[in-house]
């Protein structure tokens, strides 16, 4: 019984059994995700800000409400999706994302070597918005982050990790 539960932790698998266990993970960490995000919205309204900002030089993202309330966490950048030509760019190696903001791209690109998975070890990758996200999950699963946000400047997708979120109340 050991045998088989631990045979299937050993790093020796087939590339078959890879590339199955691999999709496996990054269909749990979407999963995570979505969990994730229910509980955020639920919680402090999450997706439904008025603005937001990121802050490279700090490392924090902060969300406007319309009822002056502000949350704020500490991000990581995980890269970034241009929807002019269906690329992700990867924050491990992104000419505009300082090193200190890249952790999280980087153990996504730890476990795409070690599990040989090529969209993860690639600099700049050819994809959907869709299999983007899938990017940010398994980064944000990887780091045990708190969450994934994707905010939009001009053409560019920005995903980002972030962590503990504090909360703002307005100033009355």
């Known amino acids: 019984m050991f045998k088989k539960i631990f045979s299937s932790l050993s790093p ?68 970034t999706y241009n929807q002019l030509d269906g690329t992700f760019l990867w924050g491990w190696d992104h000419p505009s994302i300082p090193e200190p903001l890249s952790k999280h791209a980087q153990l996504a690109l730890q476990w795409g070597e070690e599990n040989e998975v090529a969209e993860f070890k690639s600099r700049k990758v050819e994809c959907s918005e869709d299999e983007a996200w899938s990017f940010a999950a398994v980064a944000n699963r990887l780091a045990k982050a708190n969450g994934v946000y994707r905010g939009t400047s001009d053409t560019t997708l920005i995903f980002m990790t972030f962590g503990e979120v504090q909360l703002a109340a307005a100033n009355s």
């Open 12 to 79: 020796n698998h087939s590339p078959e059994s890879k590339s199955q266990l691999a999709a496996q993970f990054i269909e749990q960490a979407r999963e995570g995700l979505a969990q994730q995000t229910a509980a955020h919205s639920a919680s402090w309204h999450f997706g439904s800000e008025e603005n937001w900002s990121a802050d490279l030089d700090a490392g924090i993202i902060q969300f406007d409400f319309t009822d002056g309330t502000q949350a704020s966490a500490a991000m990581q950048v995980v890269g």
